[in-house]
């Protein structure tokens, strides 16, 4: 059979907009789960995960904390601004998204919650990040002494939504309760992320005690969501496509409990692409930390996952890529049609499916 060639093309798909999900179900495991593992389509709901799995599985989680990055601004000429914090460099410096009318030359001094002069605090844009053609900006903080980019996040900062939901978009309309509690999963614990991994948004102490009641094993990895989860591929040549950085961590107790599972012919359960991408990245590297730029398509030889929790994604988007990979081109369309059809909640407060590894098939 002759290798399988993809564009960006393959991998859009028409969503009736009301399937987006602009708010979380009323209970977490209340949503709804697709046993997509076979051919033979199953409506679910969450909370009936721990009978779906076997006992020696293991469930990896990305225990990552959203943090309060997006905070608003102004340049000197008191121009409006707005930045997304991805990452904490050192103490002072930070690399940043800018939204801006027009971009600040390097040098320029931006004031936010009115400056250092006023109780705020002043940052210089230095650059670009982590290079000049990069796609973020280098600030260097002026804050108060002993306040860092932790601090002034926790103290002037707005939680981060998804761009595709439309509400608490504008600076004056921030900050729901709802998505304070629920845009976080309940084992978050290690704050970096600017997005939740949001497979695990569906689990709560009781699924999560009814998992380990039926001998499910957990460990944890760290990934750093990023707001690249979000960005479009705009060449449907993937080849060209230059994926994003994230940072990651697989602790030592992790890589022992991945051993043992595979050991006693248990499954890796990835919860979530951001714990596939971790895996698989550690899997081609050696490396247990770092930054990783993982693409994963059609043809990709998976080395460690099994099994995969996640959510419907987004048309033409890297993941709707990585899932396509792990269970098979074809099967995925199908899942998606099924899906739709039967008005499954969409994206990152939206449902969820459980999904096999299949062989790859050969791809270019």
Request: glycine share 8%; proline share 6%.
């Amino acid at each position: 059979m002759p290798p399988v060639s993809y564009t960006l093309a393959d991998f859009d798909y028409d969503l009736p907009e009301a399937l987006i999900a602009h708010h979380p179900a009323e209970q977490r495991s209340a949503s709804r789960l697709l046993d997509a593992r076979s051919a033979q389509l199953q409506d679910r709901i969450f909370r009936d995960l721990p009978g779906l799995l076997q006992a020696g599985d293991l469930l990896v989680f990305n225990d990552t904390q959203v943090v309060k990055a997006r905070i608003f601004g102004e340049k000197a000429s008191g121009g409006k601004l707005e930045i997304l914090i991805e990452r904490v460099l050192d103490e002072q410096h930070v690399a940043v998204h800018l939204r801006v009318s027009k971009k600040p030359l390097p040098g320029s001094t931006m004031h936010f919650a009115g400056g250092l002069q006023q109780g705020g605090f002043d940052a210089v844009m230095q650059g670009r990040y982590p290079d000049a053609d990069g796609p973020l900006f280098l600030f260097k903080i002026q804050a108060p002494e002993g306040q860092t980019p932790w601090s002034l996040m926790e103290r002037f900062g707005h939680l981060p939504l998804p761009p595709y939901i439309e509400r608490h978009q504008q600076e004056n309309d921030l900050d729901a309760e709802e998505d304070a509690e629920r845009y976080q999963t309940v084992f978050a614990r290690e704050p970096g992320a600017v997005a939740a991994p949001t497979a695990a948004l569906h689990f709560d102490q009781m699924t999560l005690d009814a998992l380990q009641a039926n001998g499910i094993e957990r460990a944890n990895i760290t990934l750093h969501v990023g707001a690249g989860t979000f960005q479009p591929v705009k060449t449907e040549d993937l080849s060209q496509h230059r994926m994003h950085s994230e940072y990651y961590h697989i602790p030592d107790s992790t890589l022992a409990a991945i051993a043992a599972c595979k050991a006693r012919g248990g499954r890796v359960v990835a919860v979530g692409t951001t714990s596939v991408r971790t895996l698989e990245s550690w899997a081609k590297t050696g490396k247990t930390q770092g930054d990783t730029q993982i693409f994963i398509t059609p043809g990709f030889a998976f080395q460690v996952v099994d099994v995969l929790i996640t959510n419907f994604h987004l048309p033409k988007s890297t993941l709707m890529m990585l899932v396509s990979a792990f269970a098979g081109y074809e099967h995925i369309r199908h899942v998606y049609q099924h899906a739709i059809a039967q008005q499954y909640r969409f994206f990152s407060y939206g449902d969820s499916m459980l999904l096999s590894r299949v062989a790859p098939a050969t791809a270019v």
